[in-house]
């Protein structure tokens, strides 16, 4: 491994952190500005805590 990116994990935290942001674009303007934005933050947050790491 060379990077970051060749990790597993890394991959799937990123799938998952898509997932969330295609789900996130369905909520209604209201919880998107609340609840999405939340979710949306936490979703990224895992591939970025590996990246760091």
Known sequence: METF???????KSMLVA????EITQQFPQRHHYTLGQQLERA????PSNIAEG
């Open 43 to 46: 979703s990224i947050s895992v």
């Open 5 to 11: 990116e060749d990790l597993k994990v890394w991959q």
């Open 18 to 21: 898509k997932s969330v942001y």
